[in-house]
């Protein structure tokens, strides 16, 4: 691991958290109060999210100086093709 990052993530005042969003479906007015349209996620839309998360990531990472380009590099390139999330029993465990 970067040193600088090992330091960042030694320190008391860093605090790294995630946020998630699953989306089921939307809402919409009907006659008998509200109806659900099911959200359909692609693999392809999720790989795209997923690489977008990943850039957007190492960008910070680089412009606060944790990590070097070449290492932002190293990891851009290094990343497996995107796969699908799959989810285990509990909403809590999620394995990507």
């Avoid at 008391?12 to 089921?24: A, E, G, K, N, R």
């Avoid at 959200?39 to 990943?54: H, I, K, N, P, V």
């Avoid at 070449?70 to 093709?81: G, H, I, S």
Wanted: hydrophobic share 40%; glycine share 4%.
């Amino acid at each position: 691991m970067d040193k600088r990052v090992a330091k960042v993530l030694q320190s008391s005042t860093v605090q790294l958290y995630f946020h998630c969003c699953v989306i089921d479906g939307v809402f919409s007015a009907a006659d008998a109060g509200v109806r659900l349209h099911p959200a359909l996620l692609t693999d392809a839309a999720s790989g795209r999210g997923q690489q977008q998360t990943r850039r957007r990531v190492l960008s910070l990472f680089q412009h606060r100086e944790w990590l070097s380009p070449e290492a932002v590099e190293t990891l851009q390139c290094r990343c497996a093709p995107p796969r699908p999330l799959s989810f285990r029993a509990s909403p809590l465990n999620i394995e990507c």
